[in-house]
């Protein structure tokens, strides 16, 4: 990145609004609606701050997979690694939650076994019948095994004493809101035609967990 690239990103930076965005959206991504009430923000204030932050190319606005009407702000990863922001890993048991438990959050929580470390259990609010084959095989190449994983319900993974990250936005859609819980907006590598979208998605949420590992 050259100076004048870093200068617009600190300056943007420089308003304590726009660092308290900036810090919350490193650990999850978040709707517009999330961060007005969890910043105490009205709409048309937080939609200046997002310009500013997007202008500088610190974050970025895409349209939710699963309600189209809804959009979530997603800081650039980049940008954490670039400005040296350091984000805190969430401590004790860890739940992945997407719709199926087929592929994203199973693979997220083989990363975060291998990754970090600790405990980490994966559901889905509509499991299918098995992991997808191009998960098991994504998994493999990294060096993960998905081989014995079996979909399985929120119920029967458990939500206590558990810190709740979605990989999905129709997961996190369904689910009760709750401030505590992380959201990483992962695209769906079953709906994707591509030969490596199983192994694109991977990649998506191991960059999320070696930023949180600093």
């Known amino acids: ?49 997002l310009d500013v932050l997007e202008e500088a190319g610190l974050v970025e606005r ?53 990754e970090v470390g600790s405990e980490a259990d994966s559901a889905g609010t509509h499991p299918a019948d098995r992991v997808h084959p191009g998960a098991i095989a994504a998994a493999r190449r990294a060096g993960l095994d998905l081989s014995d994983a079996r979909p399985k319900t929120i119920d029967e993974a458990g939500l206590r004493n558990r810190r709740v990250i979605t990989v999905c936005d129709r997961a996190h859609e369904e689910l009760e809101p709750d401030g505590d819980r992380l959201h990483w907006s992962t695209p769906d590598p079953a709906d994707d035609p591509a030969p490596d979208a199983f192994d694109a998605a991977l990649g998506r949420l191991r960059a999320r967990i070696v930023t949180m590992q600093g």
């Open 1 to 49: 990145m050259d100076v004048q690239d870093r200068a617009r990103r600190h300056a943007a930076l420089g308003d304590p609004i726009r660092l308290a965005l900036v810090d919350d959206l490193a650990a999850s991504d978040r709707s517009p609606t999330e961060l007005g009430r969890r910043h105490e923000l009205p709409s048309n204030l937080l939609a200046h701050h």
């Open 62 to 114: 895409t349209d939710s997979t699963g309600d189209r009407r809804r959009r979530y702000v997603r800081l650039r990863r980049a940008a954490v690694l670039d400005l040296g922001m350091g984000v805190t890993s969430p401590e004790g048991p860890v739940l992945f939650v997407c719709t199926h438990n087929s592929a994203r959050s199973q693979l997220a929580a083989a990363l975060w076994r291998r």
